[in-house]
């Protein structure tokens, strides 16, 4: 299933290699700790946003969490926050968040980024799931939180998701709930560090003058999506590789070509992240153009839509093949694409990519 | 503690960001599971590789295991096989391995490559204890079976472990074992398709005239060292990236050189894996200099000795710094080293790429 939606946030992601029902739809929120947002705008366009947006708590006791600090913002931690609250709708494409390290006088909790991995509990790490018991409050996109194993969202205080919000402001939403005094967890599948939350986190807690140290920030790892993806494909990753992201949401166009161009004339392994979406197939069709200027027709691309997950597919074609894949099922945000380099070889199902043992060893 | 051996099998390993007291010496043996090795040979140097070289099996009882098929080599399961038994000490840089598919007549096991995470109990994925629990035999480098919990290490029939051998010939015995019928995890820490031994199982299958089918051949993914040491550093990789190993030992320097190149004029976040060894200082000293062409002196680099172990060790410096620092106790071939971008900056002592929310967003 294809979406519209540029989830670059969540690109490392549950969906990227998961679940592919909800997008992400890109809107900010009132914060609810202690912040007065002056914008809240929905940036992409979703058929179902208006049903599917709407924060939710666990917690039927929102006063019991040590959330607001000095807020002059009338909301609570529960309740419908996309799209909806908004005090200054002003159709700018612009982002405001509200709350800065004054509006609190809490002694500040720890914020931890935690990486689930693929998608599915068993691909969750042990520090993963003991960092998500220990926090008092854990913040996610709605479709990761229900990856979390019961036994630790019960534990939680309150869990803060978004169906259908935005990455800035829940990304905001843990760190004032930080910086209120709660332990937070702010979850994504794959790895923190991909496509994902931890420098987002670090950008919006130096905007709001606080600091990494207040809150203890930490980033607890995943195993990102092209690990998960590579696993299903064989062994296409065991040399060089790169990542690069076709989504142009947050990185120009002519930076992105210009990256493809420079990976593709050498003998790099390309993971492409954010392949295809309706609003930007000539992304996809451009890619596709640059990588066959440098690489034969034939070289074998291994093509994983949410690898481990009841929709995955799996798909081993060769790169004259992959541009037409474009209008399939199979490739949409939620898939990741892995390039062979012009060594690596299919055989019995699986993508190979010597790492050139076969050099120096006779077997 | 530096060492003079490119392990880059176990290049995305425990050593990597882990422990870094044992060299890996790349030293065939012959297979203990039906087969008979027609050459055995140190091919690298190590001071103590007399007294280390040496597999062990924690099963008393070899006769146990179902281990041999139509096996025309004496050796049993345990003792030691490192450079002691060879039949054919030809001298010559190649490595054999022996056995094939036709010196086997039982129902084949499972092979399953288990990636361990960053080297520590806590960094493994449930899936992958749950793959050892699982397997009748365990084989890996010694320092990453003491990685595995007890448990899980007990439960097994057996654990091969080489303390100084070569990825090759403990691959191709975890492959054997599994011909002979027996379900069989090899492990590495890291991610099995970072620089690692899922490409190798593959090929030496495909050498054995095996097929990775008859074996159920799965990897296990694991959080990989580029990902854990990124997490120490704070959120350096948000961004499009790459991995480049400066271990020369399977991949010529040229290429390395050339990849470098094409890398570094990009704003691509670069890791690095195997940095520096004693007999190729030259490599570290010649990547320093490309990435200089192409980077300012300032840029930011985030280095990873150890990450999350005992002898962890953390520092953010600059690129005009990093070439004086191969001479240190913090750069060696079990160090990871981040080279920002051209955005990437320092902020509170972590490394933060920005995504490029703060073209869109106002916060």
Same mark, same amino acid.
């Given at each position: 299933m294809s979406t519209d939606t540029d989830s670059d946030a969540d690109g490392e992601s549950t969906s990227k290699?998961?679940?592919?029902?909800?997008t992400d739809t890109e809107t900010s929120s009132?914060?609810?700790?202690?912040a007065s947002s002056s914008s809240t705008e929905s940036e992409t366009e979703s058929a179902d946003s208006g049903s599917k947006c709407g924060a939710s708590s666990s917690?039927?006791?929102? #006063?019991? #969490?040590?959330?607001?600090?000095?807020?002059?913002?009338?909301?609570?931690?529960?309740g419908s926050k996309c799209g909806a609250s908004?005090?200054?709708?002003?159709?700018?494409n612009e982002k405001e968040v509200g709350a800065t390290i004054e509006d609190f006088d809490a002694e500040p909790g720890q914020l931890i980024a935690v990486g689930l991995g693929p998608?599915?509990?068993?691909? =969750?790490?042990e520090r993963a799931k003991t960092a998500l018991l220990e926090a008092d409050h854990i913040v996610g996109y709605t479709t990761y939180i229900e990856l979390i194993p019961d036994e630790i969202t019960e534990q939680a205080d309150e869990i803060y998701d978004t169906p259908m919000c935005g990455e800035v402001s829940r990304t905001e939403e843990s760190i004032d709930r930080a910086l209120a005094g709660n332990d937070v967890a702010i979850v994504g599948s794959g790895d923190p560090n991909v496509y994902a939350l931890a420098g987002l986190a670090l950008e919006i807690l130096e905007s709001k003058g606080a600091t990494a140290s207040m809150v203890d920030f930490e980033v607890v790892p995943g195993v990102p999506a092209a690990q998960s993806c590579a696993a299903r494909l064989g062994a296409?990753?065991?040399n060089d590789t790169v990542s690069v992201s076709?989504?142009?949401?947050?990185?120009p166009m002519p930076e992105i070509e210009s990256r493809l161009h420079s990976v593709a004339s050498e003998n790099f392994t390309i993971t492409i992240y954010n392949p295809w979406s309706r609003k930007r197939r000539e992304n996809f069709e451009k890619a596709c153009e640059i990588l066959l200027t440098h690489r034969d027709p034939d070289t074998p691309v291994g093509i994983v839509h949410g690898?481990?997950?009841?929709?995955e597919q799996v798909m081993i074609t060769e790169l004259g093949e992959l541009e037409e894949l474009?209008?399939?099922?199979?490739?949409? =945000?939620?898939t990741t694409i892995v390039v062979g380099t012009e060594d690596t070889y299919v055989w019995d199902d699986r993508m190979v990519t010597p790492r050139g043992y076969e050099t120096k060893y006779d077997y």
């Amino acid at each position: 299933m294809s979406t519209d939606t540029d989830s670059d946030a969540d690109g490392e992601s549950t969906s990227k290699c998961g679940a592919s029902t909800d997008t992400d739809t890109e809107t900010s929120s009132t914060s609810k700790c202690g912040a007065s947002s002056s914008s809240t705008e929905s940036e992409t366009e979703s058929a179902d946003s208006g049903s599917k947006c709407g924060a939710s708590s666990s917690s039927d006791d929102s #006063s019991s #969490s040590k959330c607001g600090g000095s807020s002059s913002s009338s909301s609570s931690s529960s309740g419908s926050k996309c799209g909806a609250s908004s005090s200054d709708d002003s159709g700018s494409n612009e982002k405001e968040v509200g709350a800065t390290i004054e509006d609190f006088d809490a002694e500040p909790g720890q914020l931890i980024a935690v990486g689930l991995g693929p998608g599915h509990p068993e691909g =969750m790490t042990e520090r993963a799931k003991t960092a998500l018991l220990e926090a008092d409050h854990i913040v996610g996109y709605t479709t990761y939180i229900e990856l979390i194993p019961d036994e630790i969202t019960e534990q939680a205080d309150e869990i803060y998701d978004t169906p259908m919000c935005g990455e800035v402001s829940r990304t905001e939403e843990s760190i004032d709930r930080a910086l209120a005094g709660n332990d937070v967890a702010i979850v994504g599948s794959g790895d923190p560090n991909v496509y994902a939350l931890a420098g987002l986190a670090l950008e919006i807690l130096e905007s709001k003058g606080a600091t990494a140290s207040m809150v203890d920030f930490e980033v607890v790892p995943g195993v990102p999506a092209a690990q998960s993806c590579a696993a299903r494909l064989g062994a296409p990753l065991v040399n060089d590789t790169v990542s690069v992201s076709l989504s142009d949401h947050l990185v120009p166009m002519p930076e992105i070509e210009s990256r493809l161009h420079s990976v593709a004339s050498e003998n790099f392994t390309i993971t492409i992240y954010n392949p295809w979406s309706r609003k930007r197939r000539e992304n996809f069709e451009k890619a596709c153009e640059i990588l066959l200027t440098h690489r034969d027709p034939d070289t074998p691309v291994g093509i994983v839509h949410g690898a481990g997950r009841e929709d995955e597919q799996v798909m081993i074609t060769e790169l004259g093949e992959l541009e037409e894949l474009g209008e399939s099922e199979i490739i949409d =945000m939620t898939t990741t694409i892995v390039v062979g380099t012009e060594d690596t070889y299919v055989w019995d199902d699986r993508m190979v990519t010597p790492r050139g043992y076969e050099t120096k060893y006779d077997y």
